[in-house]
């Protein structure tokens, strides 16, 4: 009986290490392309969302670059003169961001642009930078991202904004928002969705309203022109509800959280999406 009792064990730990290594083995794989776009459209939600926050917080943006580059430029003049220094908290965000692009295309390079694990690793830490900047908001530490219940008809201390915006923490802030949101565009890049670079919509508005194709039906006869209108849709959607998010208890911290939630949902989906297999994919 002792053996049999051990034989069994032994047989269920074998069983055990077994789905182990086939759960190991099955998160190492490519993803199925089908629906991936699906996480760029995510992203661009997210991106709506953090920009809004961080444009009202700290009067620079964290995901589109081209403005952050004009402030940098006006700060050679010593302009805006109502923000003297929003150039340094500009030139914090793009060279963030600059890091943050060599550092998610080189591991995506790396490790493989469509494996489960890297898709993870990468959306995971995206949250967890939205996380630590979401927990610097809540406890204010960072004070310029900590704003709850705004009214936009009662009047606020302008100098005591101003200090709160220089603090250092607003710095941290930024240079952790903008290093992952360089996430989001590689990304798109390397899953070859360059049509939704998910933080910029410059480009993105030139390509749609110049396709030949734009009016083409049915709707699915175009499905670049598709993922470009929802990518737009889904970021003012994702900026109209940080705005309105900051108009509420939840403040600028919850729309953070929100943020970090939507990309931490997205990491651990990849890890259960369907293995790559052998079909066509537009």
């Given amino acids: 009986m002792a053996n ?26 490519n993803i199925d392309m089908r629906w991936a776009d699906s996480s760029l459209m995510v992203c661009s939600f997210v991106c709506g969302l953090i920009d809004s926050v961080a444009f009202n917080a700290v009067s620079v943006f964290v995901s589109m670059q081209t403005g952050n580059t004009i402030f940098i430029a006006l700060g050679s003049a010593s302009l805006p003169v109502s923000q003297p220094t929003v150039w340094a908290r500009a030139i914090v965000s793009v060279a963030a961001f600059w890091v943050g692009c060599w550092f998610f295309a080189t591991g995506l390079r790396q490790l493989g642009p469509r494996n489960k694990l890297t898709l993870f690793a990468s959306f995971f830490i995206q949250a967890a930078l939205i996380f630590v900047s979401a927990a610097m908001a809540q406890t204010d530490v ?32 930024i240079a952790l928002l ?47 022109r598709n993922r470009r209108v929802l990518a737009v849709i889904l970021l003012v959607a994702g900026g109209i509800l940080g705005g309105w998010l900051q108009r509420t208890s939840a403040g600028m911290p919850g729309a953070l959280w929100l943020a970090a939630g939507l990309k931490l949902a997205m990491a651990i989906s990849w890890l259960g999406w369907r293995s790559e297999t052998v079909s066509g994919y537009v």
């Fill in 4 to 29: 049999e009792s051990l034989n069994g064990a032994d047989l269920e730990q074998t069983s055990s290490l077994k789905g182990m290594r086939l759960h190991w083995m099955r998160a190492r794989e």
């Fill in 142 to 173: 960072a004070p310029a991202f900590g704003y709850k219940n705004l009214d936009p008809l009662v009047p606020f201390d302008e100098e005591q904004k101003l200090r709160e915006e220089a603090h250092y923490s607003s710095y941290i802030v």
């Fill in 178 to 224: 903008a290093f992952q949101s360089s996430g989001q565009i590689t990304l798109s890049r390397s899953l070859g969705f360059n049509e939704v670079p998910t933080v910029v919509v410059t480009s993105l508005y030139c390509d749609l309203f110049s396709d030949p194709k734009l009016l083409d039906m049915p709707l699915r006869s175009n499905v670049k």
